[in-house]
């Protein structure tokens, strides 16, 4: 069975700093891994995914996450950050191996960012 | 812009009263999905539709039912609403199922149960 890990309830950072949003997850075959942001009041939005390549996959909003498969890991970053950043994160993994209940999409907790001024 | 439309945004309903909540996409994808969201909590899959086939999740109430009269349009009926069932709503979509298409959520309708 597949699975995400968010081990941060809450990141705090001040703007302009780096922000870090850790993830990890587990699959069975090679993982398809996505960030969503949720704004309050508001439905998930795609930030980035992760299929196949590049390490380093860059997305909207100057935000970017890096796979690394040695450690199951998928962390978003963002070199600078913004107040606007602040919102709940969501990371999420499908397995590329088909059949059974593969087909979902596996949610992480959600981390609360904060980024204060 | 091509996007995924929820109606109505905010729903209160009364214990029992049945409701439904509607969702509309532009994208012309194939696959639309209900999702249960509690609390800032993690989604929930409630089911999803391939084109007309319809997938329920092994735990989804009986009490929640779903139509998709065509590609654009899906339904969310709740027949018997409880106080349990106070969320937010998101629909969503994706090109396919094949697990490297990203899915695309409207912007949700938060349902109150009095």
């Known amino acids: 069975a597949q699975s995400v890990a968010q081990p941060e309830d809450q990141v705090n950072v001040a703007e302009g700093n780096p922000l870090t949003v850790k993830c990890t997850y587990s699959v069975s075959g090679n993982p398809y891994l996505f960030w969503y942001v949720q704004y309050p009041n508001r439905g998930l939005q795609f930030l980035l995914k992760y299929i196949t390549g590049d390490n380093l996959v860059k997305g909207s909003y100057g935000f970017e996450a890096e796979f690394n498969k040695s450690q199951t890991s998928f962390h978003l970053k963002k070199p600078s950050a913004l107040v606007s950043d602040s919102a709940l994160y969501f990371c999420a993994v499908r397995d590329s191996a088909s059949g059974g209940s593969n087909y979902k999409l596996t949610f992480g907790k959600g981390t609360l960012l904060t980024v204060n001024p | 812009d091509a996007m995924v439309i929820q109606n109505p945004r905010y729903q209160v309903t009364q214990f029992g009263k049945p409701v439904t909540l509607s969702c509309s996409q532009t994208l012309n994808h194939n696959v639309m999905y209900w999702y249960q969201q509690k609390s800032s909590q993690a989604p929930k899959l409630l089911f999803h539709y391939y084109d007309k086939d319809f997938n329920n999740e092994a735990d989804t109430p009986d009490n929640f039912q779903s139509r998709r009269p065509n590609t654009s349009f899906c339904f969310l009926d709740i027949r018997s609403p409880g106080l349990g069932d106070a969320a937010m709503y998101l629909c969503?979509?994706?090109?396919?199922?094949?697990?490297?298409?990203?899915?695309?959520f409207g912007p949700g309708t938060r349902l109150t149960v009095t």
């Open positions: 969503a979509t994706s090109r396919d199922w094949s697990g490297s298409h990203e899915q695309y």
